[in-house]
């Protein structure tokens, strides 16, 4: 399985970015997929994701309506649409692939997660 992230970049705050995942090695239809990130001196943390086995989308409290997942199975590719940045929202930025379970607290651990990209760097300054 590799997934591989892309879209990131330097902000001002206030600005829009998105971000984009493109799966391969797996039956992208079965998977639920997440997105997570860790800012500098920070432990990872659970930002949002698509449970597609669901139907059902997930975020963390933080986002607040600013961050939407959404994915094409077509394009075997989820994308993390994140308006309105912040200074805070600066860190890099995973997407991850699991067999997800139903409810929050099953999808937003990364343990439920099987792979993981490898990141892309969101800094978001004026």
């Known amino acids: 399985v590799q997934l591989v992230e892309s879209g990131g970049g330097l902000v001002q705050p206030g600005n829009s970015l998105r971000l984009s995942c493109t799966a391969s090695?797996?039956?992208?239809?079965?998977?639920?997929l997440g997105w997570f990130r860790q800012a500098p001196g920070k432990g990872r943390e659970f930002v949002g994701t698509?449970?597609?086995?669901?139907?059902?989308?997930y975020y963390a409290e933080f986002t607040k309506g600013r961050f939407t997942v959404s994915r094409d199975n077509a394009k075997r590719t989820v994308y993390l649409q994140m308006n309105s940045l912040k200074p805070e929202d600066t860190a890099i930025y995973y997407c991850?692939?699991?067999?997800?379970?139903?409810?929050?607290?099953?999808?937003?651990?990364?343990?439920?997660?099987?792979?993981w990209g490898r990141g892309t760097q969101v800094t978001v300054s004026s």
């Open positions: 698509d449970n597609w086995s669901g139907g059902n989308t």
């Open positions: 991850a692939a699991g067999r997800l379970g139903q409810g929050y607290k099953q999808v937003s651990v990364d343990a439920s997660y099987d792979s």
């Open positions: 090695g797996l039956i992208f239809s079965n998977y639920g």
